[in-house]
């Protein structure tokens, strides 16, 4: 074990995002490879199983710890060089988060070169929050964090609110706060990101940075209370059934199944019991990892410098590869390009896909050839820091 270089970068934030980043790219791996992927959500208790429901479940972290620490991460940037050039930061990476997210990520996922399947989902999330956070910034700390905490706390008071149809009215209220498609005659709109909770998120995840100007000791402690409450307060409201979440637990036919119904909670949008568990554990990740790294963890820490590069190649190479394996099993070329909609990706892939061992053993190779990459660009961004382009990457 070796002790934490002191950098301008939390190693431990880098830590915890690399694995977060890693298995972000298992879910993407299953939507493509998974026999089951098209024909029923693996968290769905009446036809999944152990192993596939925690294949989907552990990827629940990967999301808000992403928006999270982009919060945090914010906060570092602003003590180095101010409100105002943060600010001015903030909202051109999130203009150009959302520019991304309409073009270069959504052709990935479909191969759709006349883009009649548009997603609203991470990235698009990830980019609004940080234009909002662009002016959040210069309220108070106090203000931002009383915002941040309705939001996230706050905000399944809505889930009863539904507007229905393709208008504007039924489109707006998507964007804040329902997951929805939309299907019009020549485009699709799929919004699986309702902003209202990510923009909370991440103006947690700013004031969550203040504790890294604490000393490290002080700091752990906070984060091990921090985080500890987070979960308490998930197993207490999770377990009265009251609030915080749209989807109830229940008692299934066996003790296993009972604590899977438990922790399924709601991701579209995040619930705040969502966010207790995922950002919980989170904190209290980072509380005990901070101070060593083992020779594994400096892979992942290299990943986690890297994120948005990684985040592009990943789906590339998973559809790419994904490609080969549908030719490669009599479907074809065709089969995995130019998707229009749900529908039509599943009536092309009717009878695809491969057990669940195959998807990890692709995941594996998949994380394995992007390493020396990352690593290779990790290097050249460590060099060439006058380059302005690298921090949008």
Same mark, same amino acid.
């Given at each position: 074990?070796?002790?934490?270089?002191? /950098?301008?970068?939390? &190693?431990?934030?880098?830590?915890?995002?690399? @694995?977060?980043?890693?298995?972000?790219?298992?879910?993407?791996?299953?939507?493509?490879?998974?026999?089951?992927?098209?024909?029923?959500?693996?968290?769905?208790?009446?036809?999944?199983?152990?192993?596939?429901?925690?294949?989907?479940?552990?990827?629940?972290?990967?999301?808000?710890?992403?928006?999270?620490? =982009?919060?945090?991460?914010?906060?570092?940037?602003? &003590?180095?060089?101010?409100?105002?050039?943060? *600010? =001015?930061?903030?909202?051109?990476?999130?203009?150009?988060?959302?520019?991304?997210?309409?073009?270069?990520?959504?052709?990935?996922?479909?191969?759709?070169?006349?883009?009649?399947?548009?997603?609203?989902?991470?990235?698009?999330?990830?980019?609004?929050?940080?234009?909002?956070?662009?002016?959040?910034?210069?309220?108070?700390?106090?203000?931002?964090?009383?915002?941040?905490?309705? !939001?996230?706390?706050?905000?399944?008071?809505?889930?009863?609110?539904?507007?229905?149809?393709?208008?504007?009215?039924? @489109?707006?209220? =998507?964007?804040?706060?329902?997951?929805?498609?939309?299907?019009?005659?020549?485009?699709?709109?799929?919004?699986?990101?309702?902003?209202? #909770?990510?923009?909370?998120?991440? =103006?947690?995840?700013?004031?969550?940075? *203040?504790?890294?100007?604490? &000393?490290?000791?002080?700091?752990?402690?906070?984060?091990?209370?921090?985080?500890?409450?987070?979960?308490?307060?998930?197993?207490?409201?999770?377990?009265?059934?009251?609030?915080?979440? #749209?989807?109830?637990?229940?008692?299934? *036919?066996?003790?296993?199944?009972?604590?899977?119904?438990?922790?399924?909670?709601?991701?579209? #949008?995040?619930?705040?019991?969502?966010?207790?568990?995922?950002?919980?554990? $989170?904190?209290?990740?980072? $509380?005990?990892?901070?101070?060593?790294?083992?020779?594994?963890?400096?892979?992942?820490?290299?990943?986690?410098?890297? #994120?948005?590069?990684?985040?592009?190649?990943?789906?590339?190479?998973?559809?790419? !590869?994904?490609? @080969?394996?549908?030719? $490669? /099993?009599?479907?074809?070329?065709?089969?995995?390009?130019?998707?229009?909609?749900?529908?039509?990706?599943?009536?092309?892939?009717?009878?695809?896909?491969?057990? !669940?061992?195959? /998807?990890?053993?692709?995941?594996?190779?998949?994380?394995?050839?992007?390493?020396?990459?990352?690593?290779?660009?990790?290097?050249?961004? *460590?060099?060439?820091? &006058?380059?302005?382009?690298?921090?949008? !990457?």
């Amino acid at each position: 074990m070796t002790t934490l270089v002191k /950098t301008n970068r939390i &190693e431990s934030i880098d830590l915890l995002r690399g @694995i977060v980043m890693v298995i972000m790219a298992l879910d993407h791996v299953r939507d493509y490879f998974h026999a089951d992927a098209f024909i029923f959500d693996p968290l769905d208790l009446d036809k999944t199983s152990v192993a596939l429901f925690f294949t989907r479940w552990i990827t629940h972290f990967c999301a808000p710890v992403f928006v999270f620490l =982009a919060g945090t991460s914010a906060f570092m940037v602003g &003590e180095r060089k101010g409100k105002k050039e943060l *600010s =001015a930061f903030l909202l051109k990476r999130g203009l150009w988060l959302v520019f991304l997210e309409l073009t270069v990520v959504n052709f990935a996922w479909f191969f759709n070169i006349h883009f009649t399947l548009v997603l609203l989902v991470v990235i698009w999330a990830l980019g609004i929050s940080m234009i909002v956070l662009a002016g959040l910034i210069h309220l108070p700390k106090k203000m931002i964090l009383i915002i941040g905490l309705l !939001l996230v706390a706050g905000h399944n008071l809505l889930d009863n609110v539904h507007v229905d149809g393709n208008g504007l009215d039924a @489109i707006g209220w =998507a964007l804040l706060h329902q997951f929805q498609f939309f299907g019009f005659e020549n485009f699709s709109l799929f919004v699986g990101y309702p902003l209202l #909770p990510w923009i909370g998120t991440m =103006a947690l995840g700013y004031c969550f940075g *203040s504790l890294y100007t604490l &000393e490290p000791t002080v700091r752990k402690q906070y984060l091990i209370k921090l985080g500890g409450a987070a979960l308490l307060l998930f197993i207490v409201i999770r377990a009265t059934n009251f609030y915080g979440d #749209p989807s109830l637990w229940s008692v299934q *036919s066996s003790p296993v199944f009972t604590i899977l119904s438990f922790l399924n909670v709601s991701k579209y #949008p995040p619930s705040l019991l969502y966010l207790l568990m995922t950002l919980g554990c $989170a904190i209290l990740f980072l $509380a005990f990892v901070e101070g060593v790294l083992g020779k594994l963890n400096r892979a992942f820490v290299t990943i986690g410098r890297v #994120p948005m590069f990684y985040y592009l190649l990943h789906l590339y190479l998973i559809h790419g !590869l994904a490609i @080969i394996a549908a030719m $490669a /099993t009599g479907f074809g070329f065709s089969s995995m390009v130019n998707f229009e909609s749900w529908v039509t990706m599943r009536e092309s892939l009717v009878g695809y896909g491969f057990d !669940l061992w195959v /998807t990890y053993g692709v995941w594996i190779f998949v994380v394995l050839t992007l390493y020396p990459l990352c690593k290779w660009f990790d290097r050249y961004n *460590s060099d060439h820091r &006058e380059k302005w382009w690298l921090s949008y !990457l």
